[in-house]
């Protein structure tokens, strides 16, 4: 194979080497261009789908990664003949593909304390994969997250370290194969990656692409403790992280990924960077950055920019920046993945092992192995007086937003990249908590009531309510505290109205870490942690209801792979940790067999609780914060986004995500002109922000405009009695064309001087154009006070 590889790189010219080491999305480049930069591997982001399509096909994917794939092998321009590979975020199922299999998360996965079991997930989901010809996944994730108020805490097994050294290995095995066997990357498996090396899940106060402050010691025993085994079993690339090391971004760090990974670890494949993450190297940007490479990163993620990061890298290349040994060892690493993978000998995507194969995409066999997992990742934290489980013939109410809503119990990444904007239908052959309780229940003589808003005057002999975390991604899930729902408490109040019917009440909790919840557990009988369990929403069911003779069908196994907080300031709670003094430690989960049933009243005021008016009201942080909704509209119905890009039906008003400070976390959006139309953010009920107004407060966001708009711009609020009070922005936002990305801030005395209208606001934020405009907004929220330069001219 190095012999191959020798005789490759030395007829590939210095532009084909260059092409292979730049990885775009799929969005920003075509077949054409693939030929002409040679380029080594695309992605597809999360919730980015051929032809934007949602709905995409297996034939749809397929058809687009035969066309990359024949551009890549197209030698009329006397080139080589390299296959190019495509690599998507498979990270808890093949999760970008409705009708997909949908495994809990990794949280959950890892509450099961069972590696077997992820090594059969692991080959499921490669299986998925091939059925649309995708030949390498963005997983496992490595890391052991010492912070719950991450974002990204979802994507950890454990805290625990060597919970997740034994399953590293296990899921590596089920993607690739076992080294060394026939299967080892055949038609049923893929590439993975282990990400993302080092540290991610240590910085301080949880931050994502943060800074982890540890010893050398601390990084290599915890945070490195996954990739031991992934390496042992033989994983073919690794990504490294966002995130920093004393200081020091990972991907500038020479010593983390050159001496260390590939040294010391002995790593022989490709390293590569995260979306955009060489641009946050000092001294780099999204364009140029010879520093990472130079540190070791082989193949450079740039999503959108890859043309003038080919320009600079081949220049940088010519200039002696980089030096052709470096290029050329990058190069190797990565004709190496696409050796042992067996690219070079494989035909084009459709003709690989599973492709387009009918009855493998969610399968039944597939969907059982899902719903095992999701009854072993459930831990029941309380049961008092034995309320679980359901007996017979009883009448069961089922209450809260998660109780019929499979998107809410899947979570982000779950075919768009925030997972928002799912309904059911997205997920068919798919089970919500609902469907498989009612089938339970059903079938041992009893009766299932659905009542999300726990508002029906009905008869039941017990209520079952299901809530939790609304769905979320990466930077957009970090938290201040690990309070859940903090100052609102609209769950706590429907739990205790069920409380005062005298039902007893079982909360099936759903969340991307463990939150504090004493409120909420005192306000239930029984309380289980379900983590985000995908979507198979019978395995729940198969553990809270018991069988005809009033015998549970399964008992709980799942025990805590994340210690549970006291106090809403415990974002640090790990046993290697002083101090440790948990609500729940680590491996606590009931059962039963053993009829325990749990703590008794648990305290309520303690140290961190959020009381009295929120510091501010965010409405759009990287995205429409729940309750919240964009939507855009000219003189139809308002269409709602739901994913990165959304078009009116007369070609009037689009909308797209963009990146201002990081991925997709603004929205760019245009008018064409020929009729008004505006943007708004919705759909979250009524607010009060005559208090705010009382202080001084303000509306603030961000705001970035190229062009000056050809007529009038206004912003509105809108009231619960029908009223619109607007400010025009006109003047101002031409003096801001060009200036990059500027703050705006509006007193909200500039909407309703006295206040009533404030007393009920439906609709905190239009932005609305009367011509053709092109504006990108960002962060926008209610703050209780702050300056504003802006001199409004209300109308």
Not at 408 to 419: D, N
Not at 495 to 508: T, W
């Amino acid at each position: 194979m190095e012999a191959r590889i020798d005789d490759l790189i030395a007829r590939m010219s210095v532009e084909e080497k260059v092409g292979q080491v730049i990885q775009p999305e799929i969005q920003y480049i075509t077949p054409e261009e693939v030929k002409a930069y040679h380029i080594g591997s695309i992605l597809n982001g999360g919730g980015s789908l051929p032809n934007r399509n949602k709905h995409a096909t297996p034939a749809e994917w397929l058809a687009m990664a035969d066309a990359f794939y024949d551009a890549s092998m197209d030698t009329s321009d006397g080139g080589l003949a390299i296959p190019i590979l495509w690599g998507s975020d498979a990270v808890h199922g093949h999760n970008n593909v409705i009708g997909a299999t949908i495994f809990p998360h990794n949280i959950g996965l890892g509450a099961m304390h069972d590696p077997a079991l992820m090594r059969r997930i692991g080959e499921i989901t490669a299986r998925e994969m091939r059925v649309t010809g995708i030949d390498w996944t963005f997983a496992p994730t490595l890391a052991v997250v010492q912070n719950d108020r991450w974002g990204r805490t979802y994507e950890s097994y454990s805290e625990d370290p060597a919970l997740v050294r034994s399953y590293a290995g296990e899921v590596v095995y089920g993607l690739q194969g076992v080294p060394g066997t026939a299967h080892f990357l055949d038609g049923d498996h893929v590439i993975a990656t282990a990400k993302h090396f080092v540290g991610d899940g240590g910085t301080e106060g949880g931050d994502d692409q943060g800074d982890t402050r540890v010893s050398e010691a601390e990084l290599r025993d915890i945070h490195a403790a996954g990739y031991i085994t992934a390496l042992e079993a033989g994983v073919q690339t690794a990504m490294t992280s966002f995130s920093s090391w004393n200081g020091k971004k990972v991907h500038g760090s020479k010593y983390l990924i050159t001496d260390v990974l590939k040294g010391q670890m002995g790593f022989d494949g490709p390293v590569v960077s995260d979306w955009n993450a060489h641009g946050q190297v000092k001294g780099c940007t999204n364009v140029s950055c010879a520093r990472s490479f130079n540190a070791g990163v082989d193949i450079l993620m740039v999503p959108q920019d890859w043309r003038g990061l080919y320009d600079n890298t081949l220049a940088q290349v010519k200039s002696g920046e980089i030096t052709m040994a470096r290029l050329d060892e990058a190069v190797r690493r990565i004709l190496r993945m696409k050796l042992r993978s067996g690219l070079f000998d494989k035909s084009k995507p459709s003709e690989r092992g599973l492709a387009g194969e009918d009855g493998v995409i969610g399968s039944a066999a597939h969907r059982d192995v899902a719903r095992q997992a999701v009854r072993q990742s459930l831990v029941l934290l309380k049961n008092a007086a034995g309320v679980l489980p359901i007996r017979p013939d009883m009448t069961v109410l089922m209450v809260g937003d998660g109780a019929d809503n499979i998107g809410k119990q899947a979570g982000g990444w779950t075919i768009s990249w925030q997972g928002t904007g799912n309904q059911n239908s997205d997920f068919p052959g798919g089970q919500s908590v609902y469907d498989g309780v009612r089938a339970a229940v059903q079938a041992v003589g009893g009766k299932v009531i659905l009542d999300p808003e726990g508002a029906l005057d009905v008869d039941a002999d017990i209520a079952i309510a299901v809530f939790g975390e609304e769905p979320y991604a990466e930077f957009q899930g970090d938290l201040d505290s690990l309070e859940y729902d903090p100052g609102a408490k609209r769950d706590l109040e429907m739990l205790k109205r069920l409380k005062a019917r005298g039902l007893p009440v079982v909360s099936v909790f759903l969340s991307g870490r463990p939150m504090w919840t004493n409120p909420e557990i005192n306000a239930s009988d029984a309380f289980v942690a379900a983590w985000l369990p995908g979507s198979e929403g019978e395995g729940i069911a198969d553990v809270l209801v018991a069988d005809a003779h009033g015998t549970p069908r399964h008992d709980f196994t799942g025990r805590l792979s994340f210690s549970w907080p006291k106090t809403p300031m415990q974002d640090v709670l790990n046993p290697h940790h002083q101090g440790y003094d948990p609500l729940f430690p680590l491996g606590y989960g009931l059962d039963y067999a053993s009829g325990d049933e749990g703590p008794g009243v648990l305290p309520e005021d303690v140290e961190g609780v959020q009381k009295g008016m929120r510091a501010e009201l965010a409405l759009y942080h990287g995205r429409a914060l729940e309750p919240w909704r964009v939507y855009i509209a000219t003189d139809g119905t308002p269409q709602i986004v739901s994913g990165p890009y959304a078009k009116l039906t007369d070609g009037e008003m689009t909308i797209r995500t963009t990146d201002k400070d990081v991925q997709e976390d603004a929205l760019a959006i245009t008018w064409a002109g020929g009729k008004p139309g505006q943007m708004s953010i919705d759909g979250g009920g009524a607010l009060d922000l005559a208090p705010f107004a009382e202080t001084g407060g303000i509306l603030s966001f961000e705001i970035k405009l190229d062009t000056v708009p050809s007529g009038e711009v206004m912003l509105k609020m809108a009231c619960e009695t029908g009223c619109v009070d607007s400010v025009r922005l006109t003047d101002h936002l031409r003096a801001l064309v060009g200036q990059d990305w500027q703050k705006v801030a509006i007193k909200l005395a500039c909407f309703d001087a006295d206040s009533s209208h404030l007393a009920r606001v439906t609709t905190p934020f239009m932005l609305a154009s009367e011509g053709a405009a092109q504006i990108d907004i960002a962060h926008v929220r209610v703050l209780p006070a702050g300056s504003a330069a802006f001199t409004c001219t209300a109308e």
